[in-house]
């Protein structure tokens, strides 16, 4: 059974930093690309992060570009976000998902951990 | 960009609905359907426009091409009320959704 456990998240004051973690199981982790999605209360989904199946390629979204970065540890089948420069409008649950090996989607989530940015 | 409609559709057990998703310009050949219930995280429903993801049930149903794409839910059941949000497959580099329709009773 394909499993996606976040962890890590908190409050944490503007300017702050947070790592959030994601442990996989279940599934050949080396052969799957990884992402954060994250969803601010009451608002929809964003994607926030990508990282390929060898952490060779990594994106972002502009919002976040420069001040978080996205990273793999294969050996230990886990991805992280590390978060810096924290914002008020960072809050939100931060979902773990799975890129589908067939398409441009997320097949598995997690079920999120909740980073509230707040003095 | 992505627009969802409607935003909120209220409805029926039993009923057939259709929730739309469109774009203003073709950004994609493709997309995906997600479904969350409160709480919860998203769940995929539907890829590749029209491909039921494994285990779920044959009510749910996608199609469309171009700038617009449904996701019709034949008979609705209690479990389906939610908020459901299509996502294009639009470029490699960014991912986005649409803004989400949430059908409730």
């Known amino acids: 059974e394909v499993q996606l456990v976040e962890s890590g998240g908190g409050l944490v004051q503007p300017g702050g930093s947070l790592r959030l973690s994601c442990a996989a199981s279940?599934?050949?982790?080396?052969?799957?690309?990884m992402n954060w999605v994250r969803q601010a209360p009451e608002k929809g989904l964003e994607w926030v992060s990508h990282?390929?199946?060898?952490?060779?390629?990594?994106f972002h979204t502009d919002s976040v570009q420069g001040r978080f970065t996205i990273f793999r540890d294969n050996a230990k089948n886990s991805v992280y976000l590390q978060m810096t420069s924290l914002r008020d409008e960072d809050t939100a649950v931060y979902y773990c998902?799975?890129?589908?090996?067939?398409?441009?989607?997320?097949?598995?989530w997690g079920q999120g951990t909740q980073v509230t940015v707040s003095s | 960009r992505m627009t969802q409609s409607p935003s909120t559709l209220s409805a029926s057990v039993g009923d057939r609905i259709t929730i739309t998703c469109r774009a203003s310009?073709?950004?994609?050949?493709?997309l995906a359907w997600y479904q969350q219930k409160p709480g919860k995280a998203p769940k995929l429903l539907i890829y590749?426009?029209?491909s039921l993801q494994s285990g779920v049930s044959s009510r749910f149903s996608g199609s469309g091409s171009g700038t617009e794409f449904t996701l019709t839910i034949s008979s609705l059941q209690p479990e389906d009320f939610a908020t459901y949000y299509c996502?294009?497959?639009?470029?490699?580099?960014?991912?986005?959704f649409g803004q989400g329709t949430k059908v409730e009773i």
């Open positions: 998902a799975r890129d589908s090996s067939v398409a441009a989607d997320f097949d598995y």
């Open positions: 279940g599934f050949t982790f080396n052969s799957y690309n």
């Open positions: 990282i390929s199946s060898s952490g060779n390629t990594v």
């Open positions: 310009q073709r950004v994609t050949s493709l």
């Open positions: 590749k426009t029209s």
């Open positions: 996502q294009p497959y639009n470029t490699y580099s960014a991912w986005t």
